[in-house]
């Protein structure tokens, strides 16, 4: 794929992504393998969500994710990055929200578990694990801003642990996405007090050790 040309966002933005999840110890390898397919598919989903323009997008990842067999747990991984590398180029909050949300609304028609990933484990020396629930992604859902996962409030405090996890050192990068996420809140719940949605999105930071 031709990334050299085009809207630098979009371009950065892909290139990006792909190029963690291959350093992802955690991603399923066939991101990786099909790097090109998954690749394409940003392309034309962050193209869509910069212009704002109409793009069935749940339903082309939920293809996509269908052909290479990637669940749940596989597509949180492809979220995660993506929405990394968008924030990173500064393209403002709704940009971040309507990819977030067409992530959110192809999530709920993917399987929990993927049997097709045996061999992914296999590769990674753990014992086979018994076909139960993977873990669920808890995501923001806008407008209400409810959990993807559990209903709570977002983030809720199974998604707090996670995204300190996720981040890990950058906390520069977790406040500007918290900080994102709440800027677009206020305008999707403008009768929730503008204090206590900070407090809620920004105010259960862990402070800096002097």
Known sequence: MDLEGG???IRN???????????????????????????????????????????????????LCRTLNIDREGLDVLAHHTLTALLAQQSGPEVLVRAGATFVAANCHLPVVNDHHSHWNSRR?????????????????????????????????????????????????????????FTAALFDLPRVDKEDLQHRFLGWLPRESM
Request: a negative charge; one cysteine or more.
């Open 125 to 181: 020396s753990m014992p086979p694990r018994p076909a139960t629930a993977g873990p669920v992604p808890h995501l923001p859902m806008p407008p209400t801003w409810a959990c993807s996962g559990c209903a709570h409030e977002w983030p809720c405090a199974t998604k707090q642990s996670q995204l300190l996890a996720e981040f890990g050192g950058t906390r520069p990068a977790l406040g500007m996405y918290l900080g994102s996420c």
């Open 7 to 9: 809207n630098p966002i």
């Open 13 to 63: 933005t892909v290139s990006q992504a792909i190029l963690t999840i291959s350093q992802d110890s955690n991603a399923p390898p066939v991101l990786t393998e099909h790097a090109e397919a998954v690749g394409v598919l940003l392309h034309d989903m962050i193209t869509c969500v910069v212009s704002d323009n109409t793009w069935p997008g749940p339903l082309v990842l939920v293809s």
